[in-house]
């Protein structure tokens, strides 16, 4: 195994995972809310993606520990632990909102500078864009 792949399918991953966290966390936790059916749906199926969010997350954070970068698996899981927790704990406020601004970017971040080679930041943007346009 090439020495690079587990850092790209980290970055990917990790990339895929903080976009779904972000779809999931519109549905789960809306910032207006008014009650209508539609909208306690909308609740109910971002509620059921979080959990799907952290997995992803959870399985970033894999390749990037088997290849010794402990800290950065530590910051990717980071928001896919912290964030759901907060939303399913504390449905009604803003805090997992808080935390997603805060270690979204971080996690990002940390994955983007331990690859720092442009064609596996391009096929992680692409892979964003697709997670985030599918209905």
Sequence with gaps: MPKRLPLVLG???????????????????????????????????????LPWAALVLALAAAPLLASGRRLVGLVVVLPGIVCPLLALGRPDTLFAWL??????PAAVFVTVLSNCTVPAVLVSVVACVIVTASP
């Design 11 to 49: 970055l990917v991953a990790s990339l895929v995972g903080i976009a779904l966290l972000a779809r999931a966390l519109v549905n789960a936790t809306p910032i207006v809310f008014f009650g209508t059916p539609e909208e306690r749906a909308a609740v109910a199926a971002g509620r059921e993606l």
């Design 99 to 104: 935390a997603f601004v805060g270690l979204a």
